[in-house]
């Protein structure tokens, strides 16, 4: 049976962490091995730089594209590795910039997005290869199939599940197979991407349609931890959870693994570790089915929040009939609504601020009612909370709702403003 080994960007951010990687896999001798690589370090977010300029200044973004290039050429020699062979990749990607006229800003960004990915994978494959490893390079946008829709492709799982028993399992009976998470195609034949941080729901796809023993997802901390540890100190690691609370924290917002990425390893039973590519022997995170758990608090803080407050304007209820609109709206601008409330003739939500969704929203529904946004705000979930916890946490803050159901609560919150005396 195979094993997926899912490895983000991090892990794989220089030439040093390449060899990090390296070691890993060939201290585990495993024998069916699908590895699902991130782009390097902070590529994606430099890539991102360059669908920008697209738009704005070509010459600027070629630029752009030639220094992200150079970057790799320094892993590259650096691992004694030929230093021109990304270059058809980078090709492509800039003779798209020269030649394209598109105007829609989501498929651009896929088509010089996806880059990130398939260089880093290359130069792992290569250097697995130069270990006397046997590995071989998997494009992963031939087997995960998606709908149209760029920057957040939806998968075809039919057709994904079809090219996987065709195409990946032949491959994964003799050798390590490295491919890339977060890029797929459609059937137009152009690369969709699933999102940012979706390697670890590509890694969740190949594991479902490989029926895989188990997917490991090696990062930068030693497990799930019980909040954020750039936002926290003291907090514990989880040995093990339950894929339903692993469901709930991403859902709030934990930025642990990629929302998406549990289902489809719940369908099929199949474990998930959380683990440390910098302490690799030690246990990390398991998560798995059904088993009882006590958990500690976890938190789990989403900033860059807004309250959108909801009213009819003749003062009627606000009733199921306007809640049915409310959401249907919600949906065509793709809001995700964190909290919600209602009272008579009001209802208010916490949702994301993507200002430029909200403004679209705001706008069809101003028609019909009165709208205020309240911005600048924080959204903190505690699961098995304690009340010392939640005392510790809005100290210096305004409570503007709270939540709470069974074990969860919720708090948005915004900081206290500074008032100073005058000097007199
Ligand atoms: N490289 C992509 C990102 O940074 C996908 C991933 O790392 O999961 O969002
Ligand atoms: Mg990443």
């Excluded at 074990?407 to 948005?412: A, E, F, G, N, R």
Aim: charged share 25%.
């Amino acid at each position: 049976m195979a094993k997926v080994f899912k490895f983000g960007g991090a892990s794989v951010k220089n030439a040093a962490a390449i060899k990090n990687v390296t070691n890993i896999i060939s201290s585990r001798n495993e024998t069916e091995l699908l590895l699902v690589v991130s782009a390097m370090g902070k590529v994606t977010n430099a890539l991102e730089k360059v669908v920008d300029t697209y738009f704005t200044d070509k010459k600027a973004s070629l630029v752009l594209l030639t220094e992200i290039h150079s970057q790799h050429k320094i892993s590259l020699k650096e691992l004694t590795l030929n230093e021109g062979i990304l270059d058809a990749f980078f090709d492509n990607v800039s003779t798209f910039i020269k030649n394209d006229q598109e105007s829609n800003f989501d498929l651009v960004y896929d088509q010089i997005v996806s880059l990130g990915e398939l260089a880093s994978n290359l130069i792992l494959a290569e250097y697995l290869k130069q270990q006397n490893i046997s590995a071989s390079w998997l494009d992963a946008r031939k087997i995960i199939k998606t709908d149209e829709t760029y920057r957040e492709g939806k998968l075809n799982w039919k057709l994904t599940e079809e090219k996987v028993q065709s195409e990946v399992l032949p491959l994964l009976k003799n050798q390590i197979v490295v491919t890339q998470g977060f890029i797929g195609s459609n059937e137009t034949g152009n690369t969709t991407t699933l999102g940012r941080e979706g390697s670890d729901y590509s890694a969740s796809i190949f594991a479902y349609c490989t029926n895989a023993e188990l997917v490991a997802i090696w990062k930068d901390v030693p497990g799930i931890l019980t909040g954020d540890p750039k936002l926290f100190e003291n907090l514990v690691k989880i040995d093990r959870l339950t894929y339903k609370e692993a469901v709930e924290m991403s859902y709030y917002g934990a930025k642990v693994i990629h929302p998406k990425t549990i289902k489809p390893l719940q369908n099929k039973q199949i474990p998930l570790y959380v683990k440390s590519f910098t302490k690799p022997e030690a246990d990390g995170t398991l998560i798995s089915g059904e088993i009882t758990i006590n958990y500690p608090p976890v938190i789990v803080v989403a900033e860059n929040q807004a309250m959108l407050h909801i009213a009819t304007k003749d003062f009627s209820f606000v009733a199921e009939d306007h809640l049915s609109k409310i959401f249907q709206l919600f949906a065509k601008h793709r809001i995700k609504v964190n909290v919600m409330r209602n009272t008579a003739i009001s209802f208010s939500v916490c949702v994301q601020d993507e200002t430029e969704r909200i403004t679209n929203f705001m706008e069809e529904l101003g028609t019909e009612f009165k709208i205020i946004k309240d911005e600048g705000l924080e959204l903190i979930t505690i699961r098995h909370y304690h009340q010392s916890v939640i005392n510790e946490l809005v100290k210096g803050k305004i409570v503007v709702l709270e939540e709470r159901i069974r074990k969860t609560i919720q708090l948005v919150v915004k900081d206290v403003p500074t008032i100073r005396r005058k000097n007199s």
